[in-house]
Nanobody
Framework: VQLVESGGGLVQAGGSLTLSCAAS????????IGWFRQAPGKEREGVSC????????YYRDSVKGRFTIVRDNAENTVYLHMNSLKPEDTAVYHC?????????????????????WGQGTQVTVSS
């Protein structure tokens, strides 16, 4: 089981990035997938998630209307489209899978619910 993030980089405020989370060893539509971020000196926080059943989504308030999580079952990949980026979005972004639970119609951004994590990708937004 493996998750590999990519797509991070340096972007100016107001710009866009798309992060990818490529999964292997399991199907992304069998388990909830979450995106999390951790800024220097801060705790890891949940950004968004997509449920396995029905693909229901959740976003933290600070990214609503700017970020979109999309699951591509054929590619076994979950994307995080990020628009209107702000300097406060700067962080290492990780994706994670909730492997202990299957076929749920809800998802959570509680980090303790997730049991498989990617290595992360750096997103830096300059002002």
């Amino acid at each position: 089981v493996q998750l590999v993030e990519s797509g991070g980089g340096l972007v100016q405020a107001g710009g866009s990035l798309t992060l990818s989370c490529a999964a292997s060893g399991f199907a992304v539509d069998d388990h909830a997938i979450g995106w999390f971020r951790q800024a220097p000196g801060k705790e890891r926080e949940g950004v968004s998630c997509v449920s396995s059943h029905h693909g229901n989504t959740y976003y933290r308030d600070s990214v609503k209307g700017r970020f979109t999580i999309v699951r591509d079952n054929a590619e076994n990949t979950v994307y995080l489209h990020m628009n209107s980026l702000k300097p406060e979005d700067t962080a290492v972004y990780h994706c994670a899978a909730e492997l202990a639970v299957q076929f749920s119609s809800t998802c959570t951004v509680d980090i303790y619910a997730y049991d498989n994590w990617g290595q992360g990708t750096q997103v830096t937004v300059s002002s």
